[in-house]
């Protein structure tokens, strides 16, 4: 009897955590300074080492051991799964970045998950190809107006670890890398053939990584906040997720 009683009382509070899990709806906009003079206002890194944890989550990508590092109570259909772009809510914002001469949206993504402290809440990862920018002729006197700016059509490497965790307060970690995508050269018979070429040669001795690091910084929900960079500014705003009343919470077993 006492442990059919222990049975019920654990199924019943792993009822309750499951009910009392909080849910959020985290959409990010990443942006790009198309200025040459903000890209080169540093020093970039030549190398950086994006340290990926073991336990992360490929941005629309399905993870194995989801149901293995996430708590009993959480709800896996609500766990770091893309949303719809329908479900965007900065689109607005995007599409007035859109009309600027200056400035470019370069990634914009939204997910769903759970709220979990530092221990347990997932990073999330991802890596695209981006497309050339248009070049931005820069004002100065010693500008020709005879000349037309070269378009540069190397497209670049975004790469990014996100986290939202949740204790008292909400909080959002990033790290970015952006660099200029260079040939292969382990693909070709004679790689020196590839270096021998002066517009390779010129690119590698630019190719600093822009880098953004933020480390934890706390967020209020539902509220626009914006990381300032001199060249990858980030939108984000993470929004409370109300279930459907009557929805049944699918926790995995």
């Given at each position: 009897?006492?442990?059919?009683?222990?049975?019920?009382?654990?199924?019943?509070?792993?009822?309750?955590?499951?009910?009392?899990?909080?849910?959020?709806?985290?959409e990010i906009v990443i942006i790009e300074n198309l200025s040459e003079t903000a890209k080169k206002s540093e020093n970039w890194p030549l190398q950086v080492n994006m340290v990926q944890p073991e336990k992360i989550v490929p941005l629309g990508q399905p993870v194995a051991?989801?149901?293995?590092?996430?708590?009993?109570?959480?709800?896996?259909?609500?766990?770091?799964?893309?949303?719809?772009?329908?479900?965007?809510?900065?689109?607005?914002?995007?599409?007035?970045?859109?009309?600027?001469?200056?400035?470019?949206?370069?990634?914009?993504?939204?997910?769903?998950?759970?709220?979990?402290?530092?221990?347990?809440?997932?990073?999330?990862?991802?890596?695209?190809?981006?497309?050339?920018?248009?070049?931005?002729?820069?004002?100065?006197?010693?500008?020709?107006?005879?000349?037309?700016?070269?378009?540069?059509?190397?497209?670049?490497?975004?790469?990014?670890?996100?986290?939202?965790?949740?204790?008292?307060?909400?909080?959002?970690?990033?790290?970015?890398?952006?660099?200029?995508?260079?040939?292969?050269?382990?693909?070709?018979?004679?790689?020196?053939?590839?270096?021998?070429?002066?517009?390779?040669?010129?690119?590698?001795?630019?190719?600093?990584?822009?880098?953004?690091?933020?480390?934890?910084?706390?967020?209020?929900?539902?509220?626009?906040?914006?990381?300032?960079?001199?060249?990858?500014?980030?939108?984000?705003?993470?929004?409370?997720?109300?279930?459907?009343?009557?929805?049944?919470?699918?926790?995995?077993?």
């Amino acid at each position: 009897m006492k442990v059919l009683i222990s049975i019920l009382f654990l199924s019943l509070a792993n009822i309750s955590f499951a009910e009392d899990m909080r849910y959020y709806d985290v959409e990010i906009v990443i942006i790009e300074n198309l200025s040459e003079t903000a890209k080169k206002s540093e020093n970039w890194p030549l190398q950086v080492n994006m340290v990926q944890p073991e336990k992360i989550v490929p941005l629309g990508q399905p993870v194995a051991k989801l149901n293995e590092w996430l708590p009993p109570e959480v709800d896996l259909k609500s766990s770091y799964k893309l949303l719809n772009p329908s479900a965007y809510q900065l689109t607005d914002k995007v599409e007035k970045i859109s009309e600027s001469k200056t400035q470019r949206v370069i990634f914009h993504t939204a997910w769903r998950q759970p709220g979990l402290d530092k221990h347990q809440a997932l990073p999330v990862y991802f890596k695209r190809e981006i497309p050339a920018a248009p070049v931005i002729a820069e004002e100065s006197s010693q500008l020709n107006l005879e000349e037309t700016p070269q378009t540069d059509t190397t497209p670049s490497i975004l790469e990014g670890i996100l986290r939202v965790t949740l204790a008292r307060y909400l909080h959002f970690e990033a790290e970015l890398s952006y660099q200029d995508k260079l040939p292969e050269v382990l693909n070709n018979d004679n790689p020196f053939e590839i270096l021998d070429s002066e517009n390779v040669r010129n690119k590698a001795r630019k190719q600093g990584i822009i880098h953004l690091k933020q480390d934890r910084r706390r967020m209020r929900s539902s509220e626009l906040h914006y990381l300032d960079h001199p060249v990858l500014g980030i939108l984000i705003q993470i929004t409370p997720y109300e279930k459907p009343e009557g929805s049944v919470n699918s926790a995995k077993k």
